[in-house]
Each structure stands twice: as structure tokens, then as C-alpha cells.
T-cell receptor, first 115, second 112 residues
């Protein structure tokens, strides 16, 4: 049981390049999330999905697109990378909201640098 | 608009001391308040959580105190240990939604 995995772990891009971050979970979770973490800013939600084939915008969606073609995978795309997108990106997954299992399980993160 | 305000940004506590981190929220409809712990180079992990129908929840050395009228909640770490050194995030959410709103985090250092 690997939990939540993210690919790649590190990436350096040049301004204007595109890339896709892959998140995979093996816990059969319905919900999946993408966050970015910047120093002093906490975790900010980019996009999320409440089921296969569905996506929704979070707090900071501009410049990113997502897809959830399979229940276990959630992809985050950067169409034209900008230096402001330099960040650590975390994927998370969870069951639908029900106490006491309201836990989001996070992956190890992807450190992205845009030059 | 920052819906969850966390303080302090950083905290240094001696081994065996009590670490206290505070959070304040604005949306009175929030009904779930978790704390996440993050070690360097790792993803955050759920530490403890509380619902607003109770004023306190304790799990081992970790306690959440909740003050609904003041719209504040705090994390207390008793007998702090060097292994507790990490970044702590408070968060809040609504039952009918699936998303969490995080505070900006507190970097805790427990000195030996």
C-alpha cells in the first residue's frame, strides 16, 4: 500500500515550458486535491476533484489545469510555466466527508523551479 | 481574504515545555478543525481534529482547545520533545464541502 505518490519529485523548467505532474493513490479515495506550498503562505488549494471525471477550482487555479480520467489518478498541468509558479506542489486524497474519517492523505510533494 | 489566521509564525520551546499555537477563523459555518504536522521534505499528515460541539480534545500529549464564541482554537503540545520539531498547520472546513482552508503554518523547534 503506497498511499499517495507523486511524479516527478523535482523538476526545473524554463519560462514558457509546459509540464504535467502526476498524482496516484491506491486507497480507493473519491476525492483528490492539488495544493501549492510557498514560504509563509501555508497550503493553498489549486484544484480538486470529488470523483472520476469531475474537477473544480480552488483558491489559486489560474495558470493550471487538471484532469481526473481515472479514479486513482489526478493530473496537474502547467501550460506555460511562469517564475511565480515556482513552488512545492502537494497532492492529497480523501474519502467523502464523514466524521471521524475526515482525513486528507498527502503525497511527498514535487519541488518545481521555473527559471 | 484570509479565513484562518495562525500565530505565531515560529516558536522555540525547551524540551519538556508546553508548545501553544493559536488559530482564529472568520466563517462561523466552519464545522471541522484539524491540525496537520509536516516534517521537512515530507507531506503534511493529520495530527488531531475537533468538531465545534466539544471544547477540548486530547490525544496523548496533543490537545486542541476550542472556543466557539471567540472563533478561536489552539494546539497544545505537552512535554514537548525534539521529535516534535516540525511545521504545524491549522485548518477549517465545512461539512458539506470537501476542501480545507489552511493557516499559514507555525515552525516549531524544540531545543534539547
Amino acid at each position: 500500500n503506497a498511499g499517495v505518490t507523486q511524479t516527478p519529485k523535482f523538476r526545473v523548467l524554463k519560462t514558457g515550458q509546459s509540464m504535467t505532474l502526476l498524482c496516484a493513490q491506491d486507497m480507493n479515495h473519491e476525492y483528490m486535491y492539488w495544493y501549492r506550498q510557498d514560504p509563509g503562505m501555508g497550503l493553498r488549494l489549486i484544484h480538486y476533484s470529488v470523483g472520476e471525471g469531475t474537477t473544480a477550482k480552488g483558491e489559486v487555479p489560474d495558470g493550471y489545469n487538471v484532469s481526473r480520467l481515472k479514479k486513482q489518478n489526478f493530473l496537474l498541468g502547467l501550460e506555460s510555466a511562469a517564475p511565480s509558479q515556482t513552488s512545492v506542489y502537494f497532492c492529497a486524497s480523501s474519502y467523502p466527508r464523514q466524521w471521524p474519517t475526515d482525513t486528507q492523505y498527502f503525497g511527498p510533494g514535487t519541488r518545481l523551479t521555473v527559471l | 481574504q484570509q479565513q484562518v489566521k495562525q500565530s505565531p509564525q515560529s516558536l522555540i520551546v525547551q524540551k519538556g515545555g508546553i508548545s501553544i499555537i493559536n488559530c482564529a477563523y472568520e466563517n462561523t459555518a466552519f464545522d471541522y478543525f484539524p491540525w496537520y504536522q509536516q516534517f521537512p521534505g515530507k507531506g503534511p499528515a493529520l495530527l488531531i481534529a475537533i468538531r465545534p460541539d466539544v471544547s477540548e480534545k486530547k490525544e496523548g500529549r496533543f490537545t486542541i482547545s476550542f472556543n466557539k464564541s471567540a472563533k478561536q482554537f489552539s494546539l497544545h503540545i505537552m512535554d514537548s520533545q525534539p521529535g516534535d520539531s516540525a511545521t504545524y498547520f491549522c485548518a477549517a472546513s465545512l461539512m458539506r464541502y470537501s476542501t480545507l482552508t489552511f493557516g499559514k503554518g507555525t515552525m516549531l523547534l524544540v531545543s534539547p
